[in-house]
């Protein structure tokens, strides 16, 4: 099955301190085991990522690693969920070498640190084509208290943290041109692509407030749309309140087809939801030091809406579909 | 994040059905649900496969399907799990068109209603390279009771199920010439490369009896290899105890080389274990309609050692690793 066990080895050496948890067994099994929480509802979310289509060939080893771990405690964070542990399948390339993996392991377990998760498993292969990673990510809700995606209720105000299109900006830069260049802002736009943040504290926080709630990978207006088609409502968000950061705004401007590109961009891992009580959202972010900001409203009927300042629709083209 | 939304959606419609458990909550959210079962721990496993490294390109895409299914599944048979669900991390290539994926929906309907199990979420994303996919099987057994590779003692027989060398047998063939050619029993051999059975029966019949356990995946040697490192012990396997299938017989001969091949071939996913009782093994077997065969023995010391019929030490150049 393999054809560099040399590199295997060494992957399990480097792999093996990653895995703390009882349950991970050292990674010397088939499978791990998941210690039941009594009154805690399992969470497990699935993410994969492509070089090339989720990260680029030269990000460094270390944010691809933090990048692909994040993006699935994103997840959990946006269900309000408690991370526990991940698994990891990872498809190597030929031209991956021991520099590379140790920069990889490292990355993780900085992360792992950061957000008290451990590995439990997973699985390494070749592959002739680019390096793909798939995590999966476990966490504990209290029982019956997972935010959905379905919930929103006409009436409910629709929220976000952090800002918005910081992510798609750092994209563009970095498929434009060369890295030395660049000023601080737009550092900042790449790092944000990078390494997002997982909302975590927000997510457990908004537990009992949100009535649905999603991270934001596909871009702002198709992940509400996503809300909007699943709780059966429609909603509208008004693009003038699309927080952007000075960052982003310093390098894209306010006209109205940098709003758009900012409402369309992805991988930004923020969180978007409804939630009825405006105070009670705020009284959580600050809690949990975010910012979050009012961007639109709930009502009856269907479909997602971007709003002008004269309150006319904005048309949209894209749409982003990404989990089934 | 996707360039081709129309096949995204149509990977929702199909893929949406499979999804009837439920906390799969119809797929329609970032994350699943896993119903607690108070008594049972949960058990978790994760294995990728890669086109042109697992399977090849022009494998049937249900027989893809079910193949990546199954050998998650047997993973769980190795620890004596029940299965519960799973959830799939798809990398598709541009030339995967709606046939492909309509036939890959059907091989995975049909295998779940065959193994009981329910399709619990997951992601797709594009991929410019080969077509990879990650399975993360969920199953359960009686709390503290999973069967571990860790647990060969001293004195314990070595058993497999079923035939082993067939999936390299049938590999080998698909690898070498046109298909069309082949009598019944190269035909075997490839069915057996390209679709697993996992030893579910077995498996769960085998708690309590079994010692330490694993599915042959990196090849019975290399295998029974990774038992005897984390129990700490030494195997030794009687070349000529190895059960090898009419069919392989046929086609390749009774020669240590051809043994030699058996015993290193991956994919086959049998189980592969150690046991104190010869007897309650052969009555587990019986009991689960599947052939059982001992085929050497356990003691203290360290290693796995191969040995022809005057017990003389084979040399085994080739071992695989897989899992970390």
Chains 1, 2 share one sequence.
Not at 99 to 125: C, H, I, K, P, Y
Not at 163 to 188: F, K, M, N
Not at 203 to 217: Q, W
Request: hydrophobic share 45%.
């Amino acid at each position: 099955m393999c054809d560099r066990p040399s590199e295997f080895e060494l992957i399990a050496r480097l792999f093996a301190p990653l895995a703390a948890a009882p349950g991970a067994l050292g990674l010397t099994d088939d499978a791990a085991v998941l210690p039941a929480r009594p009154g805690c509802d399992t969470v497990v979310t699935v993410d994969a990522l492509v070089e090339g289509v989720h990260f680029l060939k030269d990000d460094p080893p270390d944010t691809i690693a933090r990048k692909a771990l994040r993006v699935n405690l994103s997840d959990l964070a946006a269900k309000g969920a408690e991370p526990a542990g991940y698994f990891l399948a990872l498809s190597l390339p030929a031209h991956i070498g021991t520099d590379w993996l140790e920069e990889f392991a490292r990355g993780l377990a900085e992360d792992q640190n950061r957000f008290s998760v451990s590995l439990m498993g997973g699985d390494t292969t070749s592959t002739p084509g680019p390096l793909t990673l798939a995590v999966t990510a476990v966490g504990y809700t209290p029982e019956g208290r997972m935010i959905r995606r379905a919930g929103a209720q006409p009436g409910d105000h629709v929220f976000v943290s952090g800002s918005i299109g910081d992510a798609g900006g750092g994209l563009a830069v970095l498929t434009q041109g060369a890295i030395e260049t660049y000023p601080e802002a737009v550092r900042h736009l790449i790092d944000r692509y990078r390494l997002p943040t997982p909302r975590l504290e927000l997510g457990r926080a908004l537990r009992g407030i949100a009535s649905a709630m999603l991270d934001v990978s596909d871009g702002l207006v198709a992940d509400l749309g996503h809300i909007a088609e699943v709780s059966a409502v429609h909603v509208a968000i008004e693009a003038a309140r699309i927080p952007r950061s000075d960052a982003l705004r310093e390098r894209a401007g306010d006209g109205t087809e940098a709003v758009l590109r900012a409402a369309t961009a992805g991988d930004d891992y923020e969180l978007a939801f409804t939630a009825a009580s405006e105070v009670a959202v705020m009284e959580s972010a600050a809690a949990a030091g975010i910012k979050v900001s009012r961007i639109g409203a709930v009502s009856h009927g269907q479909g997602i809406a971007l709003l002008d300042a004269n309150g006319g629709e904005i048309a949209v083209a894209r749409a982003g579909f990404r989990h089934f």
